[in-house]
């Protein structure tokens, strides 16, 4: 079974991709839906964040507050890493574990991971790495629609991203996705069809 990396700046359409592909009967792990999971109570990383940063991070009822942690990881580099150690161990034995109990029949599986290239966690067990790529304007207005997030948060996030050249430089594949979703939905066929016949190894 081959794994292949998702990858992408915020709004470039990851998700979009991976239902796509998860329609063609492919499975999906998703790193961003785990961390999700792990920041809804009760979970013992809540725990752990209520303990290493204390209370005021955690809501009334019991929840990640995101804005507050979103807030204090960009003005505070260690406490962006402390936030890291705790979650990045335990998404990845959640992702190992899926990966487990996948099918031994199944070509192919799809893990999402929205900083695949920033940080070094899968790159190692994963073959091939496929792109999500458009411009940062498509990014911007994506990402405003669909939160409340206004134009300088989103390019704060985009400029903590790795850039879009050197992105596009590591992936193995690339999907280009700045014009409809029927042209979306058969650029991910096309990429299915080969991931299925062909061997992919990661470089
Ligand atoms: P994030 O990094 O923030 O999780 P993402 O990379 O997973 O985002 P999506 O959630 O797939 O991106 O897409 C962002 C928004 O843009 C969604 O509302 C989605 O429906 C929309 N979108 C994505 N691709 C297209 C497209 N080709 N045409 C129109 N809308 C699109």
Redesign the pocket.
């Known amino acids: 079974m081959k794994i292949i990396g998702l990858t ?12 796509l592909f998860a329609e063609l009967g492919v499975p999906v792990i998703d790193t ?1 839906e785990i961390a999700h999971q792990l920041s809804r109570p009760p979970s013992e990383a809540l725990e752990q964040i209520a303990l290493e940063f204390g209370t005021d991070f955690i809501e009334k009822e019991g929840g990640l507050n995101r804005s507050r942690m979103r807030e204090l990881i960009f003005a505070d580099a260690d406490a962006k890493v402390k936030l890291e150690n705790i979650f990045h161990p335990r998404i990845k034995a959640i992702v190992m574990q899926q990966l487990d109990k996948q099918s031994p029949h199944t070509p192919y599986v799809l893990l999402v991971v ?1 900083l695949l290239f920033e940080t070094n966690t899968y790159s190692s067990i994963i073959d091939s790495s496929l792109l ?1 790529d ?1 411009s940062e304007e498509h990014q911007i207005e ?2 405003k ?3 409340g997030l206004k134009n300088s948060e989103i390019t704060a996030i985009i400029a903590n991203q790795l850039p879009r050249k050197a992105r596009i430089q590591r992936a193995n594949d690339i999907i280009l ?5 029927a ?2 939905q058969s650029s991910v066929s096309t990429l299915h069809q080969r991931y299925q016949d062909q061997t992919c190894r990661f470089t």
């Open positions: 992408g700046g915020i709004g470039s359409g990851k998700s979009t991709v991976a239902r961003d929205p999500v458009c994506r990402v629609l669909r939160s996705n700045e014009s409809s979703l042209h979306l």
